[in-house]
Nanobody, 126 residues
Framework: QVQLVESGGRLVQAGGSLRLSCTAS???????MGWFRQAPGKERELVAA????????AYSDSVKGRFTISKDNANNAVYLQMNGLKPEDTAVYYC????????????????????WGQGTQVTVSS
């Protein structure tokens, strides 16, 4: 059974930084990994994705230049470094994994990922 466990979410002031972690029970080098987020009343949206070998990364326009996704294949972990946080970044952040979806850069939606974590809440105060 695939398990993805997110951590690192908390309340932070605008302009601050957070690092989210996702530890996985799978061999992440076999999977495309993604970070999604969902704010109240909104659809779950892709924040960032990283290819199996970690060479390719993709970001939504709203976070490009502020967030960085990385992968530690040796420890089966994925990270999301978030800098310059804004109140509109407030959401539950989810780690996702899929072994069979092709690399689509940032053109993913949630339905294309098979495995999900439980989410971690990020709240950015103004």
């Amino acid at each position: 059974q695939v398990q993805l466990v997110e951590s690192g979410g908390r309340l932070v002031q605008a302009g601050g930084s957070l690092r989210l972690s996702c530890t996985a029970s799978i061999t992440v080098s076999w999977y495309i990994m993604g970070w999604f987020r969902q704010a109240p009343g909104k659809e779950r949206e892709l924040v960032a994705a990283i290819s199996e070998n970690g060479v390719n990364t993709a970001y939504s326009d709203s976070v490009k230049g502020r967030f960085t996704i990385s992968k530690d294949n040796a420890n089966n972990a994925v990270y999301l470094q978030m800098n310059g946080l804004k109140p509109e970044d407030t959401a539950v952040y989810y780690c996702a994994a899929d072994r069979w979806v092709p690399w689509l850069d940032r053109d993913y939606d949630a339905s294309q990922f098979q495995h999900w974590g439980q989410g971690t809440q990020v709240t950015v105060s103004s």
